[in-house]
């Protein structure tokens, strides 16, 4: 017993990564080497989003370049806090989707299931920044009643584990969680929605890789990148790691001004993508949620920024260019 005692405490290295994150833009920028006078103003105040960086994701960035595409994802600016008309707190519908607490059914033969509120980092244009998640995840009771729910309706073929970052929950609860649904026959597919493998790569660890290769289920694990520069080293071997395990890797983005709003740093994330061997699966048009209208591309603009992608790479590189629309059987093609 004392032997095993060891290590059942034993913190797993990616909760220790988590914890070393970055919690205050001035600690960031410091350690980009970047003073806020060659910035936009920052928001002091983001209470209830505060900025949030794992090391392995800084390690990404340019010092000294205060443009850099991975800094505009994740630090709070002022312009956030401004009022922004027609950007709402629930710019995609998800209440009207809800069908138990923290599961929401918008398409037809999925579900998807808020599975936790956290995430390993905080993005600014974040869609589900304003999201309710308090009664979606108060523990086991509300996973139960959106299991049950799954359970009755034999529709179900799919179920996608989003959030927050599914891949936040700790690995007791995730393996309990995979096998309830392992336990539904009418459910074959699993899919993991997670940017964990870009921003926390040590969470792709033994353990994941072995409940994600020993699951009776078809695993798709859909990370989100939006930048070649996300997938530096660490990236590569958690998804390395993840191909090993017979998981089928696909990548959404979403379309970000001043991020990748440009057709030679779409193909380069698409090249980068495929090297890692995943395929681009969606570009989002951005979701009009509060807070994040400085990141908006019009889509006159993102249709002729896909096309010349097109132009440039084979077809299966070239990823679907779609918007979220309340009440419509799935996300809608523009592109
Ligand atoms: C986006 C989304 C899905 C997944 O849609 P796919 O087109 O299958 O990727 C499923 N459920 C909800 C609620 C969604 O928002
Ligand atoms: S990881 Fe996903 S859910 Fe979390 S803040 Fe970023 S975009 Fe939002």
Known sequence: MLARSGVVCQIPQWRRDLVGAFTRSSELLDYLGLD????????????????????????????????????????????????????????????????????????????????????AVHCRYCFRRHYPYGEATKG?????????????????????????????????????????????????????????????????????????ATTRLRTLVVIQANHARELGEGAQAALAALREARVQLLNQSVLLRGVNDDAGRLTALSEALFESGVLPYYLHLLDRVRGAAHFEVDEGRAVQLLAEVRARLPGYLVPRLVREETGHPSKTLIA
């Not at 060659?38 to 390690?59: I, K, M, W």
């Not at 599961?103 to 998807?112: E, F, I, N, T």
């Open 140 to 212: 086991r009771d509300a996973t139960s009643a959106a299991l049950a729910s799954i359970a009755e309706d034999p529709s179900i073929g799919e179920v996608i584990l989003s959030g927050g970052d599914p891949l936040l929950l700790d690995e007791r609860r995730l393996t309990r969680l995979v096998n309830a649904i392992e336990a539904i026959p009418h459910v074959s597919r699993l899919r993991l929605h997670t940017r964990v493998p870009v921003v926390l790569p040590t969470r792709i660890d033994e353990q994941l890789c072995r409940l994600l």
């Open 36 to 119: 806020s006078a060659s910035l936009p103003p920052l928001a002091n105040e983001t209470a209830d989003f505060p900025l949030l960086v794992p090391r392995a994701f800084a390690t990404q960035m340019r010092p000294g370049d205060p443009d850099d595409p991975l800094l505009r994802q994740v630090l709070p600016l002022r312009t956030e806090l401004a009022p922004q008309p027609g950007f709402g707190d629930d710019p995609v519908g998800d209440g009207a989707a809800r069908r138990a607490p923290g599961l929401l059914r918008k398409y037809p033969g999925r579900a998807l299931l808020i599975a936790t509120s956290a995430c």
